[in-house]
């Protein structure tokens, strides 16, 4: 099957090294202390932060630092086709894992100890790269919610099909069982905090498609902070400074 | 000088930009220090200040600090003065909820504890706690620690703090009429409680 048409065109009329549309809104959930809505082309994902709270199981209490928990779920009409169990697959643990493990090395958990912090992110349209997705929403909600972090930490997904490193990819590229390099990066300090891949790549070009996910973290922490900025802005406006 | 000053108040900040080296700033609230390069970054979204150390302290560093939109409920402190409400009263310890933390009332609510040698200041061994606090009270106390994992160590031991409103049994908020005792006003009835010394 042909990914990359000699013109240089993916299936979605992308180049190679293209990023999907991103578009992200704060503050979606008005219950929640911090949440965020995130889209990378059709993927769509919302993750909402309760806290930092008191811990509801005291076994599980950390006396220095905060607990951090996460929970990763799928709409059952995120896919397809509808989906029986969302939650407490494999998949979903692993990656519900992934974020949490994410989250927890850019969160500065020693000024909270004693108390909990709760991140429930869920798909709600699965398009390729929903880990991704939702580590990005987890950040802005975390941000949203004024919970102290290291650096914002990004996520993007890069992959290598017919002899050409892609980025970001989509859910048929994905499924095309070539490799998938997912990388989580906080961008001001330069740092790698999650690196995952599928499938099997030789290590020189395993670093070109690392690097061009980096890239794509980096375009999106652009992204992000204008979003910041700019609700910051109107939530001052709106109380008249 | 003081132009620049008003124009840095208006920055607004994201959590990983760099606010200073930590050998010329210090970092406050919404700050920290990275220990590898010793730069002050900031860890939350909102506007960035500078505050101008106090005169007379050794370091003389300005101290930068990020104030974020979300106010978040007051937590206690050691030190901090709280009004809580006594749930609980054995032998040994009252068991109180805390509600303010100062002027602010808290968002979720807070345990704490007062052991029968903090009640008061003098003859802590011959404290009843019986005759100190009773259900249902108001107390103004001081926290003097996190305590253990169930609840924070509470102290009345000054004149200041104690029992500020009481419900006698009669169901009428009583009056103080010296440190030890309070009466309700429908009944006469005088109950012993540690009394706060409110005002002047």
Known sequence: ?241 | MEEAAAAAEAVVVTPGEVLGKASQVRAGRGAYVAPHNNLVYASLTGFRRTLSPPPNSPDQRPTVEVTGHKAHGAVPEPGSVVIARVTRVTARVASADIMCVGPKSVREKFTGSIRQQDVRATEIDKVDMHLSFRPGDIIRAVVLSLGDARAYYLSTAKNELGVVSAESTAGETMVPISWTEMQCPLTGQIEQRKVAKVGG
Do not use: W
């Not at chain 1, 290598?160 to 892609?166: A, D, E, V």
């Open chain 1, 1 to 241: 099957m042909e990914f990359v048409s000699p013109e240089g065109l993916r299936l979605d009329g992308r180049r190679p090294m293209e990023m999907r549309q991103i578009r992200a809104e704060i503050g979606a959930v008005a219950k929640a202390d911090g949440s965020a809505v995130f889209e990378m082309g059709n993927t769509k994902v919302i993750a909402a932060v309760y806290g930092p709270r008191e811990v509801q199981n005291r076994t599980q209490q950390i006396n220095d630092q905060a607990l951090v928990r996460c929970e990763y779920s799928m709409a059952n009409f995120s896919t397809g086709d509808r989906m029986r169990k969302p939650k407490g697959d494999r998949r979903s643990t692993e990656i519900s894992l992934v974020i949490r493990q994410t989250m927890e090395a850019c969160i500065l958990t020693h000024l909270m100890p004693r108390s909990q912090i709760d991140i429930f992110v869920q798909v709600l349209q699965a398009d390729g790269g929903t880990r991704s997705a939702c580590i990005n929403a987890a950040t802005l909600a975390l941000a949203d919610a004024g919970i102290p972090m290291r650096d914002l930490v990004t996520s993007c997904s890069s992959g290598y099909l017919n002899s050409t490193p892609l980025l970001d990819l989509n859910y048929v590229e994905d499924s095309a069982g070539g490799p998938d390099v997912t990388v989580g990066f906080l961008p001001k300090l330069d740092k790698v905090t999650l690196l995952q891949m599928d499938s099997k790549l030789p290590i020189d070009i395993f670093e070109n498609v690392m690097q061009l996910a980096i890239e794509g973290c980096k375009a999106i922490a652009n992204y992000i902070r204008e979003i910041m900025l700019e609700n910051t802005k109107q939530l001052e406006y709106r109380r008249g400074i």
